[in-house]
């Protein structure tokens, strides 16, 4: 009899084992399915599994601003197999896009918000007009919380927030607000700024300090010193040029290469100068006049940092950055990370899978692949449950 009932016993261990250990897989299959569909790549067994259909919906926000109210687009993202009756604490969270002129249409946000509501989780993506438009202002703060707190209010509880490129930084900004605070359950920032002071100089001088006194050297994209001179192109032309010449350097961005040659073809010969001089960022008297006009709106950007409003927080903080990132240096990550306290900041990974915001960095090895899985299976497990990673780790 004994040597009968040591079988029976055994697999009711390895029964009891799996069911115990069947919620950390389930969180991290459900973050290969994700990662794989933002990948554009499928599953399919995963996904038919552990994931639902998802329905979407645009709609209409009314916030409340400075300036009065104000409408945002947005859209919604919810599970197929979730109802008006469900628990009233149904998981849920906010996304906000990064700079990119398509907003809350941008593919790869689009198709992350609907891997992540397969997952079961309301997902909500409002559109940052500002952010939209290539300008970081602190209207997009006020969008980020209030938007926070309208969800919060449609779901019954603290909403997850996650940020990506400078929405991240901004989202801990709002975060840190008293009016705002509560509506946050967690913030995700990907890619994400702690001093916009700093990154700024780093498109200057392709230098960024690491907290532990090192400094981390890569040479800046493009991109960030011309979003610079765009935000306030009326510094860098005379008084009558800054619109046609604005309008160049905004097809440029947007990458609107028919755009960009029709509105060039507009400018008189010292504006199509002017315009030429702006885009060749390594010029001598474009970077002094960048230089000149990151010092002149140096308070403005303490306001759009968290740099100095971390200490405080209270809301639990997970941390993503591309290891290459040359748009927003990865340093700032590790700086957002060492004003955390160490029971707020839930995980942090700095990771060669990620360029800025793409999973296209150098091909990883099976234990940077892991590590990302695993990173966004603790965010999914927060994201599902009150305690989040507490359950497990």
């Not at 389930?26 to 599994?49: G, N």
């Not at 149904?90 to 997952?119: K, Q, Y």
């Not at 100089?201 to 979003?227: K, N, W």
């Not at 899978?353 to 497990?381: C, E, T, Y």
């Amino acid at each position: 009899m004994k040597r009968k009932g040591v079988p029976a016993i055994l697999a009711a261990g390895i029964v009891l084992l799996g069911l115990a250990a069947w919620p950390i897989a389930r969180v991290h299959l459900q973050a290969v399915a994700v990662l794989r569909e933002v990948a554009d790549q499928t599953e399919p067994w995963v996904a038919r599994v552990l994931t639902v259909p998802v329905a979407t919906q645009d709609i209409n926000l009314t916030i409340t601003s400075a300036n009065g109210p104000v409408q945002l687009r947005a859209r919604l993202y919810t599970p197929k197999a979730w109802t008006a009756q469900s628990s009233a604490h149904t998981p849920a969270m906010v996304i906000f896009h990064g700079v990119h002129h398509l907003g809350m249409d941008e593919p790869r946000l689009m198709g992350f918000a609907s891997a992540m509501a397969s997952c079961g989780i309301r997902v909500l993506t409002p559109e940052l007009p500002g952010i939209k438009d290539y300008h970081v202002s602190q209207d997009s703060v006020e969008a980020i919380g209030e938007s926070a707190k309208w969800f919060a209010v449609q779901t019954g509880g603290p909403v997850g927030v996650m940020g990506l490129s400078f929405s991240g930084g901004l989202a801990l900004v709002a975060a840190s607000e008293p009016k705002y605070h509560a509506a946050f359950k967690f913030v995700v920032a990907v890619g994400s700024q702690d001093s916009m002071l700093r990154v700024a100089e780093y498109y200057l001088s392709g230098r960024d300090a690491r907290p532990d006194g090192s400094t981390e050297v890569l040479a800046p994209h493009e991109y960030g010193p011309l979003v610079l001179e765009y935000e306030h192109v009326e510094e860098f032309v005379p008084a009558a040029d800054p619109d046609p010449v604005r309008t160049v350097l905004r097809a440029h961005l947007y990458e609107d290469r028919t755009g960009e040659a029709a509105a060039t073809r507009l400018l008189n010969e010292a504006q199509k100068r002017e315009a030429n001089d702006l885009m060749d960022t390594k010029l001598h008297a474009t970077r002094a006049m960048i230089a000149a006009s990151i010092a002149r709106h140096a308070s403005d950007s303490a306001g759009l940092s968290p740099q100095g409003r971390l200490r405080t927080l209270g809301t639990p903080v997970y941390l993503l950055h591309g290891e290459g990132d040359n748009i927003i240096p990865a340093a700032e990550t590790l700086w957002i990370a060492s004003e955390l306290q160490p029971n707020e900041l839930k995980a942090m990974l700095v990771s060669p899978v990620l360029s800025h915001l793409d999973l296209n960095g150098p091909k990883p090895g099976a234990m940077d692949q892991w590590r990302l899985v695993h990173f966004f299976a603790l965010m999914i497990d927060e994201a599902e449950g009150p305690g989040g990673t507490k359950r497990w780790w």
